[in-house]
């Protein structure tokens, strides 16, 4: 069973961008859909965006048109890159992999869209 590590996280601007990254060892990641999830203090952990082994996608219609998810399967990571941003995207994103990791669920990274 694998693990991950999310990071890339940060304090932005609205307006701004950052990319997320989520690694791990195994190349057997690279078979699983994978997705992005989302934690807002007070707030219940939501899905934000995933993608399937031969690349299509799934986004939350909020951020569809202004994240992007990606994976560079020869170096086993997923991103997000986000652009945009808004105060409401600010939350901890979580990387999960149910097919890869079961239901293992990483520290997170930390997104902080403020002025």
């Known amino acids: 069973q694998g693990h991950f590590v999310e990071s890339g996280g940060g304090l932005v601007q609205p307006g701004g961008s950052l990319r997320l990254s989520c690694a791990t060892s195994?190349?057997?990641?690279?078979?699983?859909?994978v997705a992005w999830y989302r934690q807002a203090p007070g707030k219940q952990r939501e899905f934000v965006a995933s993608?399937?082994?031969?690349?299509?996608?799934t986004y939350l219609p909020s951020v569809k048109d202004r994240f992007t998810i990606s994976r560079e399967n020869d170096k086993n990571l997923v991103y997000l890159q986000m652009s945009s941003l808004k105060p409401e995207d600010t939350a901890r994103y979580y990387c999960?992999?149910?097919?890869?990791?079961?239901?293992?669920w990483g520290q997170g990274t930390q997104v902080t869209v403020s002025s």
């Open positions: 999960y992999s149910p097919g890869y990791a079961g239901d293992y």
């Open positions: 195994q190349s057997t990641f690279n078979d699983y859909e």
């Open positions: 993608i399937r082994k031969r690349g299509s996608t």
